[in-house]
């Protein structure tokens, strides 16, 4: 039987009991080097490793066996016992530590494209990506038949998707890049849109001399809307409620027609 195996499982502990039963000894008897660390999938699709250990059995030394001692004979003469001779222990080799690689800006943007590649593909979609890389940020401009899934009601989904992107490619990196996600310029044309919505909740506002809820809006949609009537000198703006639900409040200036 083999002394030394290694064992996968969904966590180490899984691991570390199919080597206790293949090994048919008690946990306590073997010696366990974890060589993998067990990752999660993303969104319970796709993604996620095993652990993987690799399990010693401990050895021990062989119980001494006590024999009885003969007499020894007048005439004989006991020899003398050989010298113990102690093992030479070998110095453990030392541990070579490497120095941390660079940032290197080319390798985080692959990362981030292969993370999409698997969100897409999970999702059965053909998605081409095309890369905008800027000092400031990067953007991955998608295309392909089928996106709306991506983008979601008023670009919820498209956000929650940039959100995961950013969290899984920069949590490793001190030097963060930040990537945004556009589906064929959906982005520039939402931004257009709000900016429309903003303009004419402002009319409205004025006309009624009553202020303008609008529905919930992510924190980008609402600075759109604030940007866009911060030189309008007949309202002002304002956000409430608590997100995900946190909304715009327009309403007409005091004293102002």
């Known amino acids: ?52 250990i690799r399990a010693t059995v401990k050895t021990s030394e062989p119980p001494k066996i006590i024999t009885p001692i003969e007499p020894v004979a007048e005439e004989e003469t006991p020899q003398a016992e050989p010298p113990a001779i102690e093992p030479v222990l070998e110095p453990s080799p030392v541990e070579e530590t490497s120095e941390l690689e660079p940032f290197d800006r080319e390798k985080v943007i692959n990362a981030a494209q292969q993370f999409l590649n698997e969100v897409f593909a999970a999702m059965n979609l053909e998605v081409t990506i095309e890369v905008e890389d800027a000092e400031e940020s990067c953007t991955f401009n998608l295309s ?80 759109i809307i604030h940007t866009a009537l911060q030189d309008n000198n007949r309202v002002e703006t304002h956000s409430a409620g608590e997100e995900p639900y946190r909304y715009v409040i327009v309403s007409p200036k005091r004293g102002r027609r």
């Open 144 to 223: 392909g038949k089928g996106l709306g899934v991506l983008i979601g009601r008023h670009g919820q989904a498209l956000d929650s998707l940039q959100y995961l992107l950013n969290l899984a490619v920069n949590r490793k990196n001190d030097d963060k890049i930040y990537f945004i996600l556009d589906v064929e310029d959906y982005r520039r044309r939402r931004a257009e849109a709000v900016i429309k919505l903003a303009r004419s909740v402002a009319e409205k506002a004025i006309k009624t001399r009553k202020e303008v809820k609008l529905e919930p809006m992510s924190r980008h949609e609402r600075k």
């Open 1 to 52: 039987m083999a002394n030394v195996i290694e064992k996968t499982g969904k966590t180490i502990e899984e691991a570390i009991q199919a080597a206790v039963v293949e090994l048919g000894v008690k946990e306590s008897e073997l010696d366990i080097e974890i060589l993998e660390e067990p990752s999660k999938k993303f969104l319970g699709l796709f993604g996620g490793t095993p652990a993987k």
